[in-house]
């Protein structure tokens, strides 16, 4: 009742969704610059981290809700879950071997990394103990915020123009997956881009959010 959502056509609200998505892909790409430096402290690395995935997190909740719509509709849900987590598992460590050690290792021969302009991300796990923050923020930012994204990604172009929109929004997700690991090198960025594309098709496999998760 009187509800600011519910003044909102389904229309403009998914204009508003594909217009943040536009500008978020602006950003990506303009943030990603090579004078880029780590943080000085691994604290300081986790904070940045975490603020930003909870923002996205928030952003992602809010445009569904302006659509009407909620995360069940978009694959998250309980139903058969041990079944789709185990599905998910296998093509995990499947897309592990076949991306990270055999087409990482080739692309690694022929676009070597660019050298390090300061310290890298390695770095900070001279000290184990940071593995304790880390994992927990590998889990929710990597495997959940980051699968959440993409998928409201594609299937809001797919809303906008069905099935060649799926399409559309589905290589355009998987190639901003690869420039966001730019920084990384040219053969990281490619092999991150080759799995955001596989990681898009086992999702619409079954509609689960769970498996690429």
Excluded: C
């Amino acid at each position: 009742h009187g509800s600011y959502f519910m003044t909102l056509s389904k229309r403009t609200a998914l204009g508003i969704s594909l217009g943040v998505i536009v500008l978020y892909w602006i950003y990506q790409i303009v943030s990603q610059h090579p004078d880029a430096r780590l943080p000085a402290h691994f604290s300081e690395f986790v904070w940045r981290i975490v603020r930003t995935k909870l923002f996205v997190f928030a952003a992602i909740f809010l445009l569904l809700r302006l659509e009407g719509e909620r995360f069940g509709e978009i694959g998250v849900n309980g139903l058969q879950w041990p079944k789709h987590l185990g599905i998910g598992l296998f093509f995990g460590v499947a897309m592990f071997i076949a991306l990270n050690v055999m087409l990482g290792s080739a692309l690694g021969s022929l676009l070597p990394r660019p050298a390090a302009n300061g310290p890298t991300i390695m770095s900070f796990f001279k000290e184990p103990a940071n593995l304790l923050a880390w994992i927990p923020i590998g889990i929710f930012g990597g495997g959940v915020v980051e699968e959440l994204e993409r998928i409201f990604i594609f299937t809001r172009f797919e809303k906008w123009l069905g099935r060649p929109g799926l399409i559309l929004g589905i290589v355009f997700s998987s190639v901003m997956f690869g420039v966001g690991h730019r920084y990384q090198g040219l053969g990281i960025a490619i092999g991150t881009g080759i799995s955001g594309l596989l990681l898009a098709l086992l999702y619409l496999r079954r509609r689960s959010a769970l498996e690429p998760i």
